[in-house]
T-cell receptor
């Protein structure tokens, strides 16, 4: 069964430093996508970055990069040069690519609460 | 920009009431989803829909039903609200093709007293 595991309930990082948020996943599918979302205290879920299982390059979006290690089934999020506004809950999620309508759902981990300190 | 709008941000309902949570998206997305978020449990899928009038149960459908009469609108219904349904509810949508990003609304905080 597909599963996402985030083992860090909470983390602290100093402003301007880099931080890595861990995510491991379990799936028997060969085709899937991995997503990271940010959820500030306001509650909205903000899409950050996407990595497809067949993408050879690690995804990057501005200060966000995804360290994708397929053999280890890990998809860690790296935030460079942390800012105070990065303080939020971060969720890793996976979507399997089976066609037929029934399995295009997103499965989430339990999240990591990141606190950026000045 | 994709816009997913949830009609109510904060609701307080009494036990036994029928509750409607409405969600509208403006990007002609085929897929729509309802998730529930609880501390320590992450987001759990309640129901999803991949077309008008089509629905599939998610991981925790008990106590909920859904309606999708128009492509842009997906409603979550609590037939008889209970206190254990106090939670944050998130609606989301995406194109039907796998690999597309799922976009979320701002969430609805429901308290059942």
């Amino acid at each position: 069964a597909q599963k996402i595991t985030q083992t860090q309930p909470g983390m602290f990082v100093q402003e301007k430093e880099a931080v890595t948020l861990d995510c491991t996943y379990d799936t028997s599918d060969q085709s899937y996508g991995l997503f990271w979302y940010k959820q500030p205290s306001s509650g909205e879920m903000i899409f950050l970055i996407y990595q497809g299982s067949y993408d050879e390059q690690n995804a990057t979006e501005g200060r966000y990069s995804l360290n994708f290690q397929k053999a280890r089934k890990s998809a860690n999020l790296v935030i460079s040069a942390s800012q105070l506004g990065d303080s939020a809950m971060y969720f890793c999620a996976m979507r399997e690519f089976s066609y037929g309508g029934a399995t295009n759902k997103l499965i989430f981990g339990t999240g990591t609460l990141l606190a950026v300190q000045p | 920009d994709v816009k997913v709008t949830q009609s109510s941000r904060y609701l307080v309902k009494r036990t036994g009431e029928k509750v409607f949570l409405e969600c509208v998206q403006d990007m002609d997305h085929e897929n729509m989803f309802w998730y529930r978020q609880d501390p320590g449990l992450g987001l759990r899928l309640i129901y999803f829909s991949y077309d008008v009038k089509m629905k599939e149960k998610g991981d925790i459908p008990e106590g909920y039903s859904v309606s999708r009469e128009k492509k842009e609108r997906f409603s979550l219904i609590l037939e008889s609200a209970s206190t254990n349904q106090t939670s944050m509810y998130l609606c989301a949508s995406s194109l039907g093709t796998p690999g597309n990003t799922i976009y979320f609304g701002e969430g609805s905080w429901l308290t059942v007293v």
